[in-house]
């Protein structure tokens, strides 16, 4: 390789660019749109089209044509791809009329509007720089927020409208406030009428979250940046919902619980779905557009919590609804009031909904391969057979299908027709020229789902290795996946004379509802309990292959947090660890993600006691590196710092490396390639 695999992951944005993503189909199924750069090294995304039928390829934005490839973000941009965590820049994201013949897009702040057809490109002129513009279903008007106010503009007489603008500085229309984007998976403050004359909005006020400041230590002279945080057991912004019409009208639309999840509009029902605070209760609703007026649809209801899935509701043409729920012990697909799926196959999101079809991703008994699945309005039919990860879109009677395996490289992405041929689109992205050798499998008493990644040097049996643990380890996210990418880190860490061990405990998704609530309560015991079954599982099956005088352990946020805890707790079995951007006091993380598992702190305070980190500052015997960037607005450096000064209180030697300028993404080249190299370093010298 001309380049190093740490400078290579880092320049490539851990060889995610170059992969085509973001589709849309039309819907007579005659076109593709989607986004991809030119390269697996150009971090400028451009928008293109493929037409199904003739299998042509056609760039239809870029960016640098446009001469808008250098990117000044306005600050709620930034924060929005900090929040979906975009990595690559130029035309990240986009939104077309229901016909795909027209997109709209922001590029530096400026808003444009391309059609599709021809490539013509216009900027229009904006009163500020534009945030998350939106067609309206007949492409005759866009909407965008700037400076927290919604806009609406005429693209054929040019005449703007502002529908609403905000009461005061904490307040904005159309935008999804911290939690919704951080922990909700909803990145949209509204949403167009299938007539395109209104649009239900959000009024999100952030007045009564607390403030809090992240500063820059490395260039005193810039004032710290204030942001609305809400720490756990705090105040959350306020949030309303307004139909707005283009006529001037203004209908409130009230709702009692503390969370907006989502909401939809369609030919059938404008939806929106709530929350309660404890996340025990999840309300469905149709609105009178008219009048503000909601009627309840459908309660669930858990003693634990209720699981938000992305891509519903949704109804099929006969206007029967498309939900997701727990029942009998298995995450279901609904169609109406009936499930239409075994509680043995666990659903995880609703992709798309073609008339009477609804295409959806599961998995079944392996958590390791996240299949696609068709209901047909009569049968379940399985969408991809091999083991992997997929992913895809639909309509039209057309399929966008990703793939991603153990097996090949990267992401093949291919478009079927109603034909039954296929259509490739290509990939761009860099090859990384590792030779993995991971092996899947179950480990440990509870079975859990494990891959071993040894160093393709290695000859079995031939002498034991030092163990690198590498976990996420939190709920609601895997490790453990069937695709290459999700292990190309850990082989290279393997590389460097590793066993390397990812073990997905319990919490993680893809076993059923009871193995993910297993941690409720508790965010500390179960995991750590699992990352050493696991230990002790994969020695077992390697029995002369293992060093278990010699077993390290690193992570990432809730990694990190698991990686301190496992030194800190376990220090029989761990002898050195990485954390970085480890939440060490569920106090100081967020509302919505915290007290979903522990709770209110004032009513719980001993939950959040036993999974802090501060209480177990004295008990540090091994070498313990800890990592964070101080512009990080997700998981603060307080938490990193506030540790740390635990630990000096206690006299326990330990290592700190602040990132100055860094976030929770680590994007810039430099820091992500030399942090890779500098863990290494730290891991081999305290293992000896």
């Known amino acids: 390789m001309s380049e190093s695999f740490p400078r290579l992951s880092a320049r490539t944005r851990r060889f995610t660019l170059g992969v085509p993503r973001g589709f849309t189909i039309s819907p007579d199924g005659g076109r593709v749109v989607f986004l991809r750069t ?15 039928e ?9 960016p640098r044509a446009l001469h808008a490839d250098e990117e000044d973000l306005p600050p709620e941009e930034r924060a929005r791809r900090e929040r979906s965590r975009e990595a690559a820049g130029g035309v990240v994201a986009y939104g077309a009329d229901s016909a795909l013949t027209r997109a709209a897009f922001a590029l530096s702040g400026g808003l ?20 998350d513009p939106r067609l309206s279903p007949d492409g005759r008007q866009v909407a965008y927020v ?20 905000p009461e005061s500085p904490t307040v904005t229309y159309g935008l999804a406030e911290f939690i919704a984007a951080e922990e909700m998976d909803r990145m949209r403050g509204y949403w167009w009428s299938p007539s395109s004359d209104a649009l239900l909005v959000e009024r999100a006020d952030e007045e009564p979250v607390d403030t809090w400041y992240i500063a820059d230590p490395a ?13 756990a057991g705090t105040p959350n912004a306020r949030t309303e919902l307004f139909v707005l019409g283009l006529d001037g009208s203004r209908v409130a639309v009230p709702y009692a619980e503390e969370y907006l999840t989502t909401a939809a509009w369609d030919d059938h029902a404008l939806s929106i779905v709530t929350l309660t605070r404890d996340q025990k209760t999840m309300r469905l609703f149709s609105v009178d557009p008219a009048t503000g007026v909601s009627t309840l649809v459908r309660e669930d209801a858990d003693p634990a919590w209720v699981d938000i899935v992305t891509g519903v509701p949704a109804h099929l043409d006969d206007g029967s609804l498309v939900w997701v729920a727990t029942s009998e012990g298995g995450h279901r697909l609904f169609v109406g009031d009936r499930a239409v799926t075994p509680p043995t196959l666990q659903v995880r999101s609703v992709l798309d909904v073609d008339h009477d079809s609804v295409l959806f991703s599961a998995s079944g008994g392996d958590p390791t391969d996240i299949h696609l699945w068709t209901w047909d309005g009569h049968s379940l039919l399985p969408v991809s057979t091999r083991s992997g990860v997929f992913s895809g879109r639909m309509s039209g009677g057309v399929g966008v299908l990703s793939e991603q395996s153990l097996d090949a490289e990267g992401v093949s992405t291919t478009v079927v027709r109603r034909d039954g041929m296929a259509v490739a689109i290509p990939s761009y992205a860099e090859r990384p020229g590792l030779d993995l050798r991971v092996s899947l499998g179950r480990s440990g008493r509870r079975e859990l789902a494990t891959a071993v990644v040894l160093p393709s040097w290695y000859e079995q049996g031939s002498g034991r290795l030092p163990v690198l643990m590498d976990p996420y380890g939190g709920p609601h996210a895997q490790r453990v996946l069937n695709r290459r990418g ?63 005088s010699r077993v390290a352990i690193r992570g990432w946020s809730f990694g990190g947090f698991l ?30 993600y915290t007290e979903r598992y522990l709770g209110h702190p004032d009513e719980q305070p001993e939950v959040y006691d036993n999974s802090s980190l501060f209480a177990d500052a004295a008990k540090l015997e091994r070498p313990l590196l800890l990592v964070h960037g101080l512009a990080d607005d997700n998981v603060v450096a307080a ?14 030697q330990h290592s700190v490396l602040p990132l100055s300028g860094v976030t929770h993404m680590t994007p810039q080249e430099v820091v992500a390639e030399n942090l890779l190299l500098l863990q290494v370093d730290f891991l081999k010298k305290s293992l000896g």
């Open 38 to 52: 030119k390269s697996g090294t150009d971090p400028v995304t451009c928008l293109w089209e493929l037409d199904t």
């Open 54 to 62: 003739t299998h042509v390829e056609r760039l239809v934005v870029d």
């Open 112 to 131: 444009y509007v391309v059609e599709l057809a021809s490539g013509e490109t216009r900027r229009l002129e904006t009163p500020g720089a534009v945030i």
């Open 146 to 165: 700037t400076g927290g106010a919604l806009y609406v503009q005429d693209l054929a007489s040019g005449h703007g409208l502002v529908l609403a603008t």
């Open 219 to 231: 260039n005193p002279s810039r004032p710290a940046n204030a942001q609305r945080y809400p720490s």
């Open 486 to 548: 999700a292990f190309l880190e850990s082989q290279w860490f393997a590389e460097q004379g590793f066993a390397v061990i990812v073990a997905d405990g319990r919490g993680t998704p893809g076993r059923g509802p009871d193995f993910e609530r297993a941690v409720l309560g508790d965010l500390a015991t179960p995991a750590l309990e699992d990352q050493i079954d696991a230990l002790q599982g994969v020695a077992e099956q390697y029995p002369d292959d293992l060093d278990l």
């Open 563 to 592: 990686a301190a805890l496992a030194v800190l707790r376990r220090p029989d079995v761990f002898h050195a660890a990485v954390a970085g951007a480890p939440v060490t006091d569920w106090r100081l993380y967020d509302t919505c």
């Open 639 to 652: 938490h990193t710092l506030r540790l740390s000064s635990a630990l000096l209180a206690a006299g326990r």
